[in-house]
């Protein structure tokens, strides 16, 4: 019986018990995370929406169910109503991990239908910046394509709080994070700290408005890397994670492909117009 008892206690996922009218009557250690995402303690009410549907549950007499994110996670919740004792408990799980996986594969697929769905390569890169930003802040978003004969980059598309470039004129950006990522190959994930380490060992420059985090991967082919996308913001140091630096690195040879055959579409419609026009 003792066993049984600590069952909520022990249980590593939330448990809350909450009595008819709404006050929250227990909740194990592991709703404590959701608790301050509530702005409520034991002995305080649920957030009314959540409350109204508690007591929904409590007052069909039935067990219902609930899915709800707070902040970047996701939570499933069994609404398991006890009328002769006059409460409802409540059994949580995380499914993060989960949903984003679901989310990703969508991405994925979206990405690989937007070379349909698009007439040129700016359309495009809209709708894969559109995409990534159900995994990730897109808000500064650019993809630099590189020109190894010139030694510069272009920006089909670039969206920037800050810095204003012309996708047509060709740019040198030596030294900058963006051709760091190029030459290197490697994705990178760039706080403060981390870049004044590069400028220090002479890797790089501060080139455009300086930006507390900076997130930026490779766009490779099977034999060289042609370009980068990334992503910055210029007032959350905190906004990307490694997590996002993975989810980036995966998806980035989605991108790079669907950039590769919309060129190659784009280079033979130009050639058929030429011909047409000879």
Known sequence: VRSIARFPAENPNPVIRVLRDGRILYAN??????LEQWGCEVGHYLPPELRETVMGAYKAEKTGRL??????????FVLAPVPDSGYVNIYGQDVSELKQSEVLQS???????????????KEMLDTIRTELGRLLDTTNFYVALYDRESDTYMFPCH?????????????ELKRS???YVRRTGRPLLVHEEIHAALEREGEVDLVGTNSPIWLGVPLRTRQDVFGVVAVQRYDQASVYTEKHLEIMTFVSG???????RMRAQEERRDLEEQVRHA
């Not at 250690?29 to 959701?34: K, N, S």
């Not at 991405?107 to 390569?121: K, M, Q």
């Open 67 to 76: 899915e709800a994110t707070f902040a970047d996670r996701t939570y499933s």
């Open 177 to 179: 994070l963006t051709d």
């Open 29 to 34: 250690d592991a709703t404590e995370w959701l």
């Open 159 to 171: 969206y920037d709080e800050q810095d204003e470039i012309d996708d047509v004129t060709p740019i």
């Open 254 to 260: 989605t991108i790079a492909a669907a950039i590769e």
């Open 107 to 121: 991405v994925l697929f979206r990405i690989s239908e937007s070379l349909n769905d698009a007439d040129d390569l």
